[in-house]
């Protein structure tokens, strides 16, 4: 990162020092950013219409499909009236209205996830696969094309790779984040110890579990590379971690979109659109 613009030092009020401006983000990040935003959303809606014509995730290579580990369904109750259940190995949940059985009261439809959450809205498996696949055949490539240019261009080590000293603020920076209290003027320059483990979760070791178990499900791979049953304990297991996964990545999308709009949704998006961060005034500077 380098200065754009920085502000004296002086005894001055705020309001006559300039905004000390920094480059957060590269071309190459700006990019890969929001494309893989729209391919993450595409194979989350996608995916979840795939899952609609089997609503069951099961493990091991020797199941029969007849105890899943998770389920999502329409049944019949002992009044005969249909409600959605989810059902988490031996606990099961009503639903109704959201999944397994969902839309308005008097247009319920039996479906896993609703028309609204998934593309295309209509039962249709054959085009939400091609919409997954196109998707994710951006998205693949794009991972590894992120994460060498991190390695060669010294970027994962700089920005991400947590120093020593930071593990010994972890419970600080933790506390603070709580709070809602975020990094300000210099500490701002850099990722803290959070964001950098997060970071390094999703692109080291969700991104490519989501990536190896969808490879895992396709027949074809599966014949070039039968290591990858052995590596996920066969085609279910894999399916079964890759929707765990995804429900992982929405989790990281959802707490990222929150911090980023309580944290100055302004400087944040334009940070990723053109580059440009103003660094947060410290509270030292504030009070001069």
Same mark, same amino acid.
């Given at each position: 990162m380098q200065f754009l613009k920085r502000s004296s030092m002086s005894t001055a009020s705020v309001s006559d020092q300039a905004p000390v401006i920094i480059w957060r983000h590269t071309r190459f990040t700006r990019i890969w950013h929001w494309v893989n935003a729209v391919c993450l959303v595409v194979l989350?809606?996608?995916?979840? $219409? *795939? #899952?609609?014509? +089997?609503?069951? &995730?099961?493990? @091991?290579k020797d199941s029969r499909f007849d105890d899943p580990a998770l389920s999502i369904r329409a049944v019949s109750g002992d009044d005969g009236e249909l409600r959605? *259940?989810? $059902?988490? @190995?031996d606990y099961r949940f009503e639903t109704t209205g959201v999944l397994g059985l969902s839309g308005p009261a008097e247009a319920r439809e039996r479906r896993a996830f609703p028309a609204w959450a998934t593309v295309p809205g209509p039962r249709w498996l054959a085009a939400g696969r091609q919409w997954h696949f196109l998707a994710g055949w951006i998205f693949a490539p794009m991972l590894i094309a992120y994460l060498?240019? =991190?390695? /060669?261009? @010294? $970027?994962?080590?700089?920005?991400l790779l947590p120093r020593c000293h930071e593990w010994r603020t972890i419970g600080h920076t933790l506390f603070e984040h709580l709070r809602l209290r975020f990094p300000k003027g210099e500490e701002a320059r850099h990722y803290n110890l959070l964001q950098k483990l997060t970071y390094l979760l999703v692109l080291l070791v969700i991104a490519p579990l989501v990536v190896l178990t969808g490879l895992t499900m396709s027949p074809t791979m599966d014949a070039?590379?039968?290591?990858?049953?052995?590596? #996920?304990?066969?085609? $279910?297991?894999?399916?079964? /971690? +890759?929707f765990l996964c995804a429900l992982a990545?929405? @989790? #990281? #999308? =959802? /707490? +990222? *979109?929150? &911090?980023? &709009?309580?944290?100055?949704v302004v400087n944040n998006l334009r940070s990723m659109i053109t580059g440009r961060y103003v660094l947060p005034p410290s509270e030292e500077t504030r009070d001069e």
């Open positions: 989350l809606m996608s995916g979840l $219409q *795939i #899952f609609n014509a +089997h609503p069951a &995730l099961y493990w @091991g959605g *259940i989810t $059902q988490i @190995g060498l240019y =991190l390695v /060669i261009s @010294g $970027q994962l080590r700089r920005r070039a590379w039968p290591w990858l049953l052995d590596l #996920f304990g066969g085609r $279910q297991s894999a399916r079964t /971690i +890759h990545l929405v @989790g #990281f #999308f =959802l /707490i +990222h *979109i929150a &911090l980023v &709009l309580v944290s100055g």
